[in-house]
C-alpha cells in the first residue's frame, strides 16, 4: 500500500495540477479529464462527445460541434448523441476583415489542433493561427480570442441563422460596437423536429472597428439587424495594438430580456480567466466525489473523463429568475429553491447514469425527476427523448418510469412522488397518452389485451411495468398496484419460443412466430435475450439451468465490439449494459470479471477514438464508472448491486452520509478470490445498496487465477 501511495503522489505531481487547501495536497480532477475521448469516429462504435467546455449540470456547452466543427464555437452541444443537433450560434474568428458573405458558414475549415481539453476549458489553434479557448459557467460562456499578431484586423462572426442542423428563422441586432443579441427558432435531432426557439446576448471586452450583418450571400457594413436563415453578424477589431478579445455570451429559452440578465448575474463580470478558474474549482468539487488511488495513470485519465461525461446531463433550462419554457409553450417558473432540467436521453440513461446520480447527488437527481414530472404535467406524458423544452419520440420504450423509479430507489426522493405515480400509471394503462404530439406506449392496446408488442419494445415495456411496481411498493404504499405491475412484467414469457429456446416477435392477429430476427431495436435476439434483469433466475431455468445459461452467453462473448446486426456482444451499446454480469446468475461469476476486465483491456482506451459507442448523455460514462467500482444496479427500481472486481487499489466514494471506501482492486489482476464488508467475509455476489448507503468498506483480495468458488449459490 505504501507503494501505491507514493505512486499516487507521484501521478498527481505530475500530471495533474495541485492545490493547497488547509495545508493539504488535493488532487486537480478536473485536469485528469481529456475531453478529447471519445470525439473521433463515426457510427456506433464513436463516443460523439463533444470536446470543449460544459459545467457540472450546466445550461450551455461551448464548444466546436461535433457535426459542424468549420462553423466555429456553439452554444448548445449534446455529449453523445450520435446524429446532428442543436449547434445554435456558433462565434468563428478570423484573422482580418471579413471580405464576402459567410451565408451558411459551410466554407471555412474546422480547427487545427486541440492544445488543451480539461473539464470546463479548451484551447484549439484554426487553421490561421488565430488561437480559442472556451469556458463556461452554470448559465453563461466566454471565450478568449488571441489574433496573430502578424495581422493588424481580427473578425468574430456570429451566425444566428445557423446551426448543426436548418433551422426555420432567426434575428440578430447588433447593439453597440461592444454587443449583439437574437434568437433563433427551429432545428432536428436524428431526422425527427426539435422545433425549439433559443434567445441570446453577448458581448466583448474590446471596441469593434467595424461590423456589420449578412444574410445569404448579401454581406453589409454598418446595417445592424437582419433576420432569416443562414444569417449573422461580425465585429472587427484592431488587433495591432491588442490581440486578445474576450467574448462573452448566455442564452436563455424565453427571452432575450432573460438572456442578458443570465449574462450580467451568472457572469458578475468576470473575465476569462476568472470564469475558467471559478469552473474548475466546481468540477473538482463534483469529480471529488469519486478519490481514486492507482499507480495506472492511464486508467486514471479514462476513468475521470467518464465520470465527467456522467455530469453534464440532463442540463439547467430554467433562467437565473426561475423561469422556463414549459412543454405546453407556455412560461414556468421553478419553486421551492429547484432548478428545471432538460436533456432526457431515456432510453440509454435508465440503465446507469440516473443511479449514479442519485447515489452521489440527490438534489440534483431530484429536481431532474422533478422536471420531468412537471413536462408530463404540461405535455399530456412523459417523454421519450426531451430536448429543450420538446419531445423528440427518439427511440422506443417507457424509459422516464425507469428513471424516476431508480432515482428513488437509490437516494434521489425530493420530489412529487404521486404525482409521479400518476403519469407513469396513466402511460401504462390508458391507450392514447401523449406527451406533445407523441405517443408514450406505442401498441399499448395491444400489449394490454394479449400481452406481446414487438420482441425489443415489449421488452422495454416489461421493465418499465416492474419498475413502476418497485415504485408504487416503496413510494407509494400501493401492494395492489405493485402486484399488478410486477406480474404484468412476466408478459417477456409471451415472446419465449420453446422450439428455439429464443425470445421473437409474435404476429398481433394469429399470435404466430415472427422471423428469429425481426423486430430488434440496434441489436439481434442474442443480445435482447437476458433483458430480463428482473426475472434473471426464470429465464436461466427456462432455457435449461445455469450451465446452459453460461454457455449461450460464452457465446456472445466471442466478440465484444458487435454492430447493430451481429450477433455477439456489443460492448458501446445500451441493451448490453447488463449482460457481463449475468454470469453471476449461473454460478460462474468469475466470469463477470473475466469479461469486464477484457472490455477494458480491448474496448476502451484513452484515445479520441476510445468509445465503443455512443456517449449517450453520460449512459457510457457512468457504465464505465459503475464498472471500475465494481458495483452496478443491475435491476429497474431495486436498490442494490451485482459486483465485479474494480479495477484500483483503493476508491472512496463520498456518499449524503459517509463514505464507502472500496479497497484491493488491480487493473492487471482480473478475479475476485475474496471480499470482506465492514471486516466480515461476503460471499454473495449480489449487495443491497442498504448496506453502502449509510458509508462501508469493502475489501477485495484478487488474484490473476480465477477462485470458481466465490459468489456461488450452493
Known amino acids: 500500500m505504501r507503494k501505491h501511495i507514493y505512486l499516487f503522489l507521484l501521478l498527481s505531481i505530475s500530471w495533474t495540477e495541485s492545490i493547497m487547501a488547509t495545508g493539504s495536497s488535493i488532487t486537480n480532477y478536473a485536469k485528469l479529464v481529456d475531453t478529447q ?28 460541434a461535433f457535426f459542424s466543427p468549420h462553423k466555429g464555437i456553439v452554444v448548445n452541444q449534446m455529449s453523445g448523441a450520435g446524429c446532428p443537433h442543436m449547434g445554435n450560434f456558433p462565434v468563428l474568428p478570423i484573422s482580418g476583415e471579413l471580405k464576402s458573405s459567410p451565408n451558411n458558414m ?22 490561421d493561427g488565430t488561437n480559442c479557448e472556451t469556458t463556461v459557467s452554470k448559465r453563461s460562456g466566454a471565450i478568449k480570442f488571441t489574433f496573430s499578431e502578424k495581422e493588424p484586423k481580427g473578425t468574430v462572426i456570429i451566425g444566428a441563422g445557423v446551426g448543426s442542423t436548418s433551422l426555420s428563422n432567426a434575428q440578430i441586432e447588433i447593439t453597440s460596437p461592444y454587443s449583439c443579441e437574437g434568437y433563433a427558432e427551429g432545428g432536428e435531432i436524428c431526422g425527427y423536429s426539435a422545433n425549439y426557439k433559443i434567445y441570446f ?11 456589420g450583418t449578412w444574410v445569404n450571400s448579401d454581406l453589409r457594413k454598418d446595417r445592424l439587424q437582419i433576420g432569416g436563415k443562414n444569417s449573422g453578424a461580425y465585429f472587427t477589431f484592431d488587433t495591432q ?5 474576450e467574448y462573452k455570451i448566455a442564452i436563455s429559452y424565453v427571452s432575450v430580456k432573460n438572456a442578458h440578465e443570465n449574462l450580467r448575474l451568472d457572469n458578475n463580470n468576470r473575465n476569462f480567466d476568472a470564469v475558467r478558474e471559478d469552473t474548475e474549482k466546481e468540477w473538482n468539487k463534483y469529480l471529488g466525489k469519486i478519490a481514486i488511488e492507482s499507480s495506472n495513470t492511464d486508467r486514471l485519465k479514462q476513468f475521470y473523463t467518464h465520470f465527467y461525461h456522467s455530469l453534464i446531463h440532463p442540463n439547467i433550462f430554467n433562467d437565473v429568475n426561475g423561469e422556463y419554457m414549459g412543454a405546453d409553450f407556455n412560461i414556468h417558473r ?22 449514479l446520480l442519485a447515489m452521489l447527488f440527490p438534489k440534483e437527481s431530484s429536481d431532474m425527476v422533478q422536471s420531468a414530472v412537471e413536462f408530463a404535467q404540461q405535455s399530456g406524458g412523459y417523454g421519450r427523448w426531451v430536448i429543450a423544452n420538446i419531445e423528440t419520440g427518439i427511440m422506443h420504450g417507457d424509459p422516464i418510469p425507469i428513471i424516476i423509479s431508480n432515482t428513488y430507489a437509490f437516494g434521489g426522493r425530493d420530489f412529487d412522488t404521486a404525482a409521479a405515480y400518476k403519469h407513469m400509471k396513466r402511460g401504462a394503462m390508458v391507450v392514447g397518452t401523449h406527451s406533445q404530439n407523441v405517443v408514450v406506449r406505442p401498441g399499448l392496446e395491444n400489449y394490454l389485451s394479449k400481452g406481446i408488442e414487438n ?34 412484467a412476466g408478459n417477456w414469457k409471451n415472446l419465449y419460443d420453446p422450439s428455439t429456446r429464443w425470445l421473437r416477435s409474435r404476429h398481433n392477429h394469429d399470435m404466430s412466430w415472427k422471423n428469429p430476427d425481426d423486430d430488434w431495436r440496434e441489436a439481434t435476439k442474442e443480445n435482447y435475450f437476458w433483458m430480463v434483469p428482473y426475472d434473471l433466475e426464470t429465464l436461466i431455468d427456462t432455457i435449461g439451468g445455469k450451465n446452459a445459461a453460461s454457455r449461450r452467453l460464452d457465446s456472445l462473448f466471442v466478440k465484444l465490439d458487435a454492430g447493430y446486426d451481429d450477433h455477439y456482444y456489443a460492448a458501446g451499446n445500451e441493451p448490453d449494459f447488463q449482460v457481463p454480469w449475468i454470469y453471476n446468475w449461473t ?10 476486465h477484457r472490455i477494458f483491456n480491448e474496448i476502451y482506451s484513452s484515445k479520441p477514438n476510445g468509445l465503443p459507442g455512443n456517449d449517450d448523455c453520460g449512459a457510457m460514462g457512468a457504465w464505465y464508472v459503475f464498472a471500475s467500482i465494481g458495483l452496478y444496479p443491475m435491476i429497474p427500481g431495486v436498490a442494490g448491486f451485482s459486483i465485479n472486481a474494480p479495477q484500483f487499489e483503493e476508491i472512496t466514494i463520498q456518499l449524503p452520509k459517509d463514505k464507502l471506501v472500496i479497497k484491493g482492486g488491480d487493473s492487471k489482476k482480473t478475479y475476485i478470490k475474496e471480499l470482506k464488508i465492514n471486516g466480515n467475509k461476503y460471499s454473495s455476489s449480489w449487495i443491497d445498496w442498504s448496506k453502502l448507503s449509510k458509508g462501508a468498506e469493502l475489501e477485495y483480495c484478487v488474484d490473476s487465477k480465477p477462485n470458481k468458488k466465490w459468489g456461488c449459490v450452493k
Open 334 to 355: 421553478v419553486k421551492d429553491n429547484r432548478d428545471y432540467y432538460t436533456t432526457f436521453s431515456g432510453w440509454d440513461t435508465y440503465r446507469t447514469q440516473c443511479q
Open 241 to 245: 495594438n491588442n490581440s486578445v478579445v
Open 37 to 64: 475521448i471519445g470525439t473521433e469516429g463515426n457510427g456506433l462504435g464513436c463516443g460523439f462527445t463533444f470536446i470543449g467546455a460544459a459545467y457540472p449540470f450546466g445550461m450551455m456547452q461551448i464548444t466546436p
Open 201 to 211: 446576448a453577448a458581448e466583448f471586452n474590446s471596441k469593434a472597428i467595424a461590423c
Open 455 to 488: 420482441a425489443s419494445l415489449c421488452l422495454e415495456y416489461t421493465s418499465t411495468d416492474y419498475a413502476i411496481g418497485q415504485f408504487a411498493l416503496q413510494a407509494i404504499k400501493n401492494e395492489k398496484d405493485a402486484s399488478y405491475f410486477i406480474n404484468r
Open 106 to 127: 459551410e466554407s471555412f475549415p474546422r480547427y487545427e489542433t486541440a492544445n488543451s481539453s480539461t473539464a470546463g476549458h479548451l484551447a484549439i489553434t484554426m487553421k
Open 587 to 596: 454460478n460462474k461469476p468469475y466470469k463477470t470479471s473475466e469479461v469486464i
